[in-house]
């Protein structure tokens, strides 16, 4: 996805794979506040995702560690039977792994079961946090 062309999505759950490895704004918890922002300016991919009005987080899974393993827990997700790539290029126009997509189409259900089992298997601590909305 180069620029911010528009794309539409089926209706359901997807899972988006980041990273966080900085202090500050780009730390772990500077990066999940911001995604729960309702207002931002516009930086990423995922930006443009989550301040559409049909869009929401039901929850993030994270999880503490010094390297950067966001491709892993990707191709691990997308080797879930039934998951698939909605948008080539989402959120890895910096992916060396050739993921393709960092932005995953899980289906009606929300799948969150097996996508915490993803990083329980990559991570010692593991946090899943439900959103309120």
Same mark, same amino acid.
């Given at each position: ?7 539409? $999505? ?13 202090? %500050?704004?780009?730390? $772990?918890?500077?990066?999940? /506040?911001?995604?729960?922002? %309702?207002?931002? *300016?516009?930086?990423? !991919? ?5 301040? !559409? *009005?049909?869009?929401?987080?039901? /929850?993030?899974?994270? /999880?503490?560690?010094? @390297? ?13 039977? %039934? ?7 989402? %959120?890895?126009?910096? =992916?060396?792994?050739? =993921?393709?997509? !960092? ?13 915490? @089992?993803?990083?329980?298997? &990559?991570? /010692? @601590?593991? !946090? &899943?946090?439900? =959103? =309120?909305?």
């Amino acid at each position: 996805m180069h620029g911010h062309g528009q794309a539409k $999505l089926e209706k359901g759950y997807y899972a988006y794979t980041g990273s966080a490895l900085g202090d %500050g704004s780009v730390s $772990l918890q500077g990066r999940v /506040a911001r995604h729960y922002q %309702g207002t931002k *300016k516009k930086r990423w !991919h995922i930006d443009y995702l989550l301040t !559409h *009005k049909k869009a929401g987080i039901i /929850a993030t899974v994270a /999880a503490s560690s010094n @390297d950067n393993r966001e491709c892993e827990v990707n191709n691990l997700l997308k080797s879930i039977e %039934g998951v698939t790539v909605p948008i080539m290029g989402f %959120g890895a126009s910096d =992916c060396r792994h050739h =993921c393709g997509s !960092h932005l995953l189409y899980l289906g009606q259900n929300s799948r969150l079961d097996e996508v915490a @089992d993803v990083y329980r298997r &990559l991570f /010692a @601590d593991v !946090h &899943l946090q439900l =959103c =309120c909305s």
